[in-house]
């Protein structure tokens, strides 16, 4: 049961948006992002979500999996909503009880702010239903590349959030062994009181370490034995490269940050 | 034209602090023919991965020198073309794959040598083509069987081209079905690439397989020839805690019992047959 769980909710799938280079789409996302932060009024959300509902469209991602990934968020926007509802003041007061005044320019307010974080976090979904962990952080290790001027290892955390995501099925799988061993051996983790609880994890985390040291070693081993000697010299199977449909993201992304930025200067 | 050659190894492993380390050869000398089968057999603690390790510089020997296609592993500027000769292949498939994508995977070693991009394709396809894997090369490895994984694995080595092949106990945690379809793999790359296997092992029915078969017992060698004649020396076996294949286990057991069978017959086919000579004898 454990063993079924989805990293990263990848969906794989031909659609154009999910063979964008995953360099277009985490720069797109970024300026789509910074358009969404710019907009101010109900034409330029109006742009970011007609650009949002298209893209949806395209990748053939049912909307109803995005909805779904909403669930655990549910709280956070409600926080926010009420948050902006009582706490914004303004001229024209709808509501007014003891100490809360609910204004106009509230409701709005509250109106945008759960707009805005609902659009964030449906396009985030959006890239990683539509791009695998793996593809992902190349795109991540090519974009952060120039760091590697200034020092950073890029190479090597891109490296260890590949290995990363590699091993987590397998300690995942590894984790509900052990679990099962001392079930076996009459330990129970269900009941009893929340420190009990905790304490009854400790059995099961002491041999989890254990045997994720002995897999490390063991996979540097065959690393080394595979000729692994970081990231210079090293090259790769699949390049990236942007073909037609790249040009086509990077073109409407640009022509929104761009309307919308016209329209924010316009006071819109 | 030998692959490797070990001339007087000695080695042991470093102590922790001031306890003394294990000393686990003393003079070890072996060499192994290009293109040749060789099975490593031995009891737990002789030395067999150990062995192993040495065959491609990730140990290196304390005294002694071990060559490998001609190169000394102790000359570090060789380092990388050791690697590149001599592929290690380990028990545990889990703790070798590391991409979670099949086929990125088996591009990781040739990734390493920095070949060019459509050159790794193509020999990772072929790799994978190699060990019947091609199907499955957009899957995620854990998602596969043992034997799959290992197979995987096997695949990551033979993309580098290497000339010899290590396998250092790779059917010890698969089930039957898994080690059959390793086996059978390790013999097809043996037979039609000419790569040079030394397969460590304790399981005496993948020994019989070889051309050759070496034991090795507390870091010397007890016993080395064919297989037929290595098993038959079934006391030698016994004494060192070691069994025969099943078929010269019985033709042994009858022979105490009064019969005089020969023990060199692995087959069970052959086995039969010698016994049926007799009876009718």
Known sequence: ?268 | MEAMRVEHLSYSYPGVDDTPGVSVFEDLSLTVEQGSFVAVLGGNGCGKSTLAKQFNAILLPCGGKVYVCGMDTADEEKLISIRRSVGMVFQNPDNQIVANVVEEDVAFGPENLGIASPAIRSRVDQALKQVGMYEYREHAPHLLSGGQKQRVAIAGVIAMAPKCIVFDEPTAMLDPQGRREVLQTIHTLNREKGITVVLITHHMEEAAQAQRVVVLHKGNIAADGTPAQVFSQVALLHEIGLAAPETVELCYALNEAGFALPLDRLDSEECGQALYDWVKA
Request: aromatic share 10%.
């Open chain 1, 1 to 268: 049961m454990l063993k079924d769980i989805t990293l990263g909710q990848y969906f794989p799938g031909k659609s154009p948006v999910h063979q964008l280079d995953p360099r277009t789409k985490l720069i797109v996302l970024v300026g789509y992002i910074v358009a969404l932060f710019v907009a101010k009024s109900w034409a330029s959300y109006a742009l970011c979500f007609g650009f949002l509902a298209v893209s949806i469209a395209i990748s053939t991602i049912p909307v109803k999996s995005i909805v779904r990934g909403m669930k655990p968020l549910v709280l956070i926007l409600v926080f926010t909503g009420v948050l902006n509802l009582f706490f914004t003041g303004g001229e024209t007061v709808l509501v007014h009880f003891w100490i809360i005044t609910i204004t106009l320019e509230g409701v709005v307010r509250a109106v945008f702010m759960v707009v805005r974080i609902l659009m964030l976090i449906s396009a985030t979904f959006l890239l990683t239903y539509t791009t695998s962990p793996i593809s992902l952080t190349d795109g991540l290790e090519s974009l952060l590349s120039p760091l590697k001027k200034l020092h950073v290892p890029v190479h090597e955390l891109s490296m260890m959030m590949c290995i990363a995501l590699r091993f987590i099925p397998t300690l995942i799988e590894e984790t509900d062994k052990i679990m099962s061993a001392q079930k076996a051996r009459g330990a129970d983790f269900e009941t009893g009181k929340l420190m009990d609880r905790v304490k009854a994890l400790i059995p099961i985390l002491v041999p989890l370490f254990i045997s994720a040291f002995r897999r490390a070693d063991e996979l540097a081993t065959a690393m080394e034995c595979r000729c692994y000697q970081g990231g210079e010299g090293r090259t790769k199977m699949k390049l990236l490269r942007y073909k037609r449909w790249d040009m086509y993201a990077f073109a409407a992304g640009a022509l929104l940050v761009a309307a919308v930025i016209t329209l924010a200067s316009f006071g819109l």
